[in-house]
């Protein structure tokens, strides 16, 4: 604890967006006097600014807490630490929803702290009357022109989810899905404002959290669960290799798994807690682990991102 306190910062680099990075440093900052930087941004570009520093040796990056294709990535290419077997918060892991370290192999060196279902379809309640239900209502002729997309071609959500969608509709399905042109959109914002603002009507494949801010802030927007399935995603943390706050960041990633971490992290989310013991009273029924979805598996590795960006530039052509 002294250590940290003496390192006195802590860099980190998510993809959590803006209101749960001002929890965290607002949250963990107030426990610890440890102040929080944050660099955030599109995967690509996440991605480069750490190979540069490992390749360089000039370390900023003390944690990386990404989704888990980019988790798998960052281990796969050596980048963080020994194993993070002694953390304090994960003595029991019964309190959790599922094990912090089994899942995807990742030999400890990697914890999970976050799984919560995303709905495949945000709507404007505005401009959808008709009840959406299932993929295939997204052909109907009606909506051609009308969907944004997180861009699958890329690392990133949208890579993601087309994989476990991958799994539910056949080629077919996605064939006549891109002749419904959908506007395929690589800021996350911009695709949930698309829908807020209603310049689209329907958001396909997008950031759940970030939707759940515009909820709140009274937008006319709708989660939808589809009867396929829904895919359950993982967010997970490292402490990076050579990183400069090595004491600061352990404290991190451990606290982001503590009753008051969880709290700060899932609030700001609009997101169930990866903790049993906490009432996730702020989640509305759609994003509650309890919502009458079908649960898609969870955790998406580097590689089936790689399959499914290949399989998304093949439909929809080159990014």
């Not at 909506?143 to 690392?155: C, F, L, N, V």
């Not at 399935?229 to 404290?251: E, W």
């Not at 029924?285 to 790689?306: C, F, H, I, N, Q």
Request: aromatic share 10%; proline share 6%.
């Amino acid at each position: 604890m002294e250590a940290a306190k003496a390192e006195g910062t802590v860099n980190v680099y998510t993809g959590f967006g803006a209101p749960t990075e001002k929890a965290i440093k607002e949250d963990f900052t107030a426990t610890y006097g440890i102040a929080v930087e944050t660099v955030a941004g599109k995967p690509a570009s996440i991605w480069a600014k750490i190979e540069e520093e490992q390749i360089t040796g000039v370390y900023i990056a003390d944690v990386w807490a990404r989704g888990a294709g980019e988790i798998t990535r960052f281990l796969a290419a050596g980048y963080a630490q020994p194993p993070l077997i002694a953390l304090p918060s994960l003595k029991d892991v019964s309190v959790f929803r599922m094990d912090p370290y089994d899942q995807l192999g990742t030999e400890g060196k990697a914890v999970w702290f976050h799984s919560c279902p995303n709905a495949t379809v945000l709507i404007n309640t505005n401009l959808v009357k008709e009840e959406i239900t299932s993929y295939y209502d997204l052909l109907d002729p009606k909506w051609k022109g009308q969907i944004i997309m997180t861009d699958p071609r890329i690392h990133g959500p949208g890579s993601s989810e087309l994989f476990v969608g991958m799994k539910v509709v056949d080629e077919d399905f996605w064939k006549e899905f891109a002749r419904q042109d959908p506007l395929l959109e690589r800021s996350h914002q911009r695709v949930i404002d698309a829908v807020v603002l209603g310049e689209k009507p329907i958001a396909f494949y997008y950031s759940n959290s970030r939707a759940f801010g515009a909820l709140e802030a009274g937008a006319p927007v709708k989660f939808v669960h589809l009867k396929e399935g829904s895919h359950m995603p993982n967010m997970g943390a490292c402490v990076v290799k050579n990183a400069p706050h090595p004491n600061a960041a352990t404290l991190l990633v451990n606290w982001m798994l503590t009753v008051e971490g969880q709290l700060s992290i899932c609030k700001s989310r609009g997101e169930v807690s990866f903790r049993k013991d906490i009432t996730s009273d702020w989640v509305i029924p759609e994003r509650s682990w309890d919502a009458p979805y079908k649960a898609l598996p969870g955790p998406v590795t580097a590689a089936d991102s790689e399959g499914a960006i290949a399989f998304a530039k093949r439909i929809f052509g080159e990014a």
